[in-house]
DNA sequence: CGAGTAGTTGACATCTCTCAATGCCGGTGG
DNA sequence: CCACCGGCATTGAGAGATGTCAACTACTCG
């Protein structure tokens, strides 16, 4: 329902600014990964120095995508992977009768795309939730160069198992939490997340609707509507539509004691 | 629950055939590739003949696991992936209050330990459902033969990709389905798998509990076992405890129409 | 100003869980 | 050999959580 809202949105914006068209090269100038603030979180992270120089060589190109546009499709052919450089993405599965499942949600420093690696196209689609800038990632040239660059074949992996890793915490969040667990796992998730880009913990935008968090998180926007109104009388957050203050973070942390490693 | 009653079991068993112990070297002959009956569906799916020559190369050990003893627990030291040869296995995952959440069952054919790479050990703990056979992969030996070999760098992201994909419809089970779909969707994805085997994609023997299913599939025992007789009294199945004969298998998939593909 | 979207809230329906009783089976020990 | 026990599965009754439907508000965009 939510996608086909959104799409014909996403065409219109596409015809104001018709040159950032899908897997096309870039705009906007081609970017280094050494002088990127974003290296510690992005696909730098953890590579010796000469690597990054490697990937330098690369240059990748940059692309923005405005709220509502799609990234890549379901069954678009696999061909780059996507850093966030700035804004949020949010990717999804359909069901054949047109139920919706959120898969997750991207911010800066983060990668998208990799579950197009097994079968040459994307298993799920994925579309900007506010205007976005991000590398496309040649996969290609990233396995090449793996082939040379000996370090460069295990961040690859370790990309991947990150991504299974996420996987199966949403796993353990859908099979085995309710409401109030699962919407506290996210918001801290989301906290996290921010933190570590130097953002406040306690205070944040959600980017995405009460809908689009039902999805992912397995519930309806109603009872997402809902436990944000209980988790306020509790007194754990204070809620004003999309702008989220968390006021005990200790006692939502005590929603939601998993051993998540 | 379940698996504090089985633990010690396991280390029962394993006082019996000491030699069996975690991590250790083979105590069967090692096996090749090139003529084991699986190949066309486990790790060398898909490579050319000379790069499976090269796998031939390293040997891999085969161990037998007892029936409710572990493969690896959570937070072992990742060394090694699993190729199933014969038997199932589970993996799960742990809350801090002992729910437990099964992300996966495993048959012969299939790889199991992926999950270890992104940190190097393991995010979740697998335990045979049955006696089972297992080649130990050593992670590591792949890895460099990844570097040396082309095509294997591409192998080893496939198969990381496959079980990306794998949870990604498990989410969209458990996300956006009702009772009777998740189990649906549970029958039928075995029943594929089995047809895939050799076996009989209408008739075959459940391996695991019905709490076991439950928690796979994000709902109680109580709730699984009322699912199978109604859909015994809707005439799509036969079910003599864990004995299922599928009388209607097109009724079954109409429970289930997603896209997944 | 009017239409559309997002969010909140209430009332009620439905589904799944919880608790409890029972049956079945295989293994064990008297 | 049989009685007993533990584990697994099934079934029922009632409780509780979440979904559904609908009304209402606030806000944005044209």
Known sequence: ????????????????????????????????????HLRDLCLPCGMA?????????MQFARRKVKAGQTLYREGDRFQFIYAVRTGTLKSSLMLADGREQVSGFHIAGELVGLDGAAQGH?????????DTDICAIPYGHLTDLAASVSGMQHVISRLMS??????????????????DERLAAFLLNLSQRYAARGYSEREFHLRMSRAEIG???????????RTFTAFQQQRLLEVDKRHIRITDLEGLKRRFEVRVH
């Open 122 to 130: 994307h298993a799920s689609a994925t579309m900007a939730l506010e």
């Open 49 to 57: 120095a000469p690597d990054i120089d490697r990937l330098d060589s």
């Open 162 to 179: 990150r991504e299974i890793l996420r996987e199966h915490s949403l796993m353990m969040l859908l099979g085995s939490m309710n409401a």
């Open 215 to 225: 999805s992912y998180l397995g519930m309806k926007l109603e009872t997402v509507s």
């Open 1 to 36: 329902m939510a996608a086909a809202t959104l799409e014909p949105n996403a065409s219109r914006i596409r015809i104001v600014s018709a040159t950032h068209s899908q897997a096309a090269a870039a705009t906007t100038p081609a970017t280094q990964c050494s002088s990127c």
